[in-house]
């Protein structure tokens, strides 16, 4: 890259003046040079920034979408909750039962993740791009992003886990062998309400800010 920019500025010395001096960095050191007077590598800079808060506010979304799933599944278990503790399922062994199924939710989601990137990066590689001047697109597959995903997504799956288990551990044996709607009553802000309001919140800025980008 450095020696095909050099040969572009020594053949077009007038439009391409100062254009020799190339330099690549790792993103991490990106930050340094938002105080700096050069405006393309501001502009750099705030555009992979941008796509950054689009990936986590995705991220976001999904998270909270799998909890309110795993809170609405937890209240329709509330009578099988309560005959395990019935016939004398500890607390403790019932809360183990509840992140076990999380873990395993969160170990398919990400080898279906995992998959779905593979094939959407050879995918997207093979579209050809009606760019004016020969344009190519390479997409690796990092296996360090991947890892660090995949403790992200477990993390994030284990951690709204422990919301049904604290339900768990609320529910007592008479109230729980109840119907579902009389056992759990109304309330004006449930876990269920406040996960749908954040999922709302979050969508609608990741679409405004999608729409901007």
Same mark, same amino acid.
């Not at 890259?1 to 003046?17: F, G, M, S, V, W």
């Not at 001096?21 to 050069?38: A, E, W, Y």
């Given at each position: 890259?450095?020696?095909?920019?050099?040969? +572009?500025?020594?053949?077009?010395? @007038?439009?391409?003046?100062g254009f020799?001096?190339?330099?690549?960095?790792?993103?991490?050191?990106?930050?340094?040079?938002?105080?700096?007077? @050069?405006?393309?590598?501001q502009v750099?800079?705030?555009?992979?920034?941008?796509?950054?808060?689009?990936?986590?506010?995705?991220? &976001?979304?999904?998270?909270?979408? !799998?909890?309110?799933?795993?809170?609405?599944?937890?209240? #329709? =278990?509330?009578?099988?909750?309560?005959?395990?503790?019935?016939?004398?399922?500890?607390?403790? =062994?019932?809360? =183990?039962?509840?992140?076990?199924?999380?873990? $395993?939710?969160? $170990?398919?989601?990400?080898?279906?993740?995992? $998959?779905?990137?593979?094939?959407?990066?050879?995918?997207? !590689?093979?579209?050809?791009?009606?760019?004016? &001047?020969?344009?190519? &697109?390479?997409?690796?597959? @990092?296996?360090?992003?991947? #890892?660090?995903?995949?403790?992200? /997504?477990?993390? #994030?799956?284990?951690? &709204?886990? +422990?919301?049904?288990?604290?339900?768990?551990?609320?529910?007592?044996?008479?109230?729980?062998?109840?119907?579902?709607?009389?056992?759990?009553?109304?309330?004006?802000?449930?876990?269920?309400?406040?996960?749908?309001?954040?999922? /709302?919140?979050?969508?609608? +800025?990741?679409?405004?800010?999608?729409? $901007?980008?």
């Open positions: 890259l450095a020696a095909r920019a050099k040969a +572009l500025e020594e053949t077009y010395p @007038d439009e391409n003046r020799g001096r190339v330099q690549l960095l790792p993103f991490h050191r990106f930050g340094i040079f938002l105080s700096s007077n @050069d405006q393309g590598m750099i800079v705030l555009f992979a920034s941008l796509v950054m808060v689009l990936v986590l506010l995705l991220a &976001v979304v999904a998270c909270i979408n !799998v909890a309110g799933l795993l809170v609405a599944r937890s209240m #329709a =278990r509330r009578r099988e909750i309560a005959i395990r503790l019935s016939i004398g399922c500890g607390k403790m =062994r019932l809360a =183990r039962l509840l992140l076990a199924e999380s873990l $395993l939710l969160a $170990l398919g989601g990400i080898g279906l993740g995992a $998959l779905l990137s593979v094939w959407l990066s050879q995918l997207l !590689v093979s579209v050809p791009l009606p760019f004016p &001047v020969p344009f190519e &697109v390479e997409v690796p597959v @990092d296996a360090h992003l991947l #890892a660090y995903l995949a403790m992200l /997504v477990g993390l #994030a799956t284990l951690l &709204v886990g +422990l919301a049904p288990v604290l339900q768990a551990f609320r529910i007592s044996v008479a109230g729980g062998m109840a119907s579902v709607s009389s056992a759990a009553g109304f309330r004006r802000w449930s876990l269920r309400n406040i996960l749908v309001t954040g999922q /709302v919140a979050v969508s609608t +800025l990741l679409l405004i800010t999608t729409t $901007l980008f």
